[in-house]
């Protein structure tokens, strides 16, 4: 959950220094800088840089008929964003990739044809997850093995709401048939190590092989 809140601060020159007060410009291009530096980091905290606002108090502007306006404190105004981290739970994936050529360099996670793999299977299969369940986090490929190439991958969840391993599995095997660019053969699906099989395809095979068998009887009754 995001929880925005705006933020002051105040900021306080030496008055004495030989270098001028930088203009109100300067300060907020500088903080703008920082904030989008991705070398930089705050944690869960990120803000919005289109909502800072560097102003100087009334109070503390002095004039003079010789000198221009002496600034010796900045207001920073701005919105901040913090996100909680929400407790995940990873569930290991595994299929097959039948008729595919598995090569040396596949073991290798800093390989290219190990990452280039990684983010096909990525980008191909976490929107059916992302559709289907509301709890889910990410798909991460961890591993891929011989025979043929054996895919594994982890998915991970809110913990609050993580699915059984059937409606894990059932995604990935409804997904194999309109996945193209990999094999994901439906037979090899294993999720938390149980192979996950669809009783959709289970259930129309056995209405399929008692009509059949109710029709070779009759064939067979009416020849005697």
Known sequence: MDVKTQAEVQLVFN???TQSVPELTDISDTLKEAVTNPNITFGNLSVDVTTI?????????????????????????TTTTETTAVALTKVPVVFRSRGETFTSDLSNPSSQAFQSRALLIKTQVEPFYQSAFTSFNSLTVTEFSSGSIINTM????????????????????????????????PSSVKVNGTAVTSSGVSSKTSLFTAFFLVVLSLLLSSQH
Not at 163 to 172: A, R, W, Y
């Open 15 to 17: 008055e004495t220094s």
């Open 53 to 77: 606002i560097v102003k100087v108090p009334t109070t503390n502007i002095t004039t003079t008929t010789t000198a221009a306006p002496v600034i010796p404190t900045a207001i920073i105004t």
């Open 154 to 185: 982890n998915l991970a969840f809110s913990s609050s709401s993580v699915p059984n391993s059937k409606e894990i599995g059932t995604v990935l095997i409804n997904a194999a048939q309109k996945i193209e660019s990999f094999n994901i053969d």
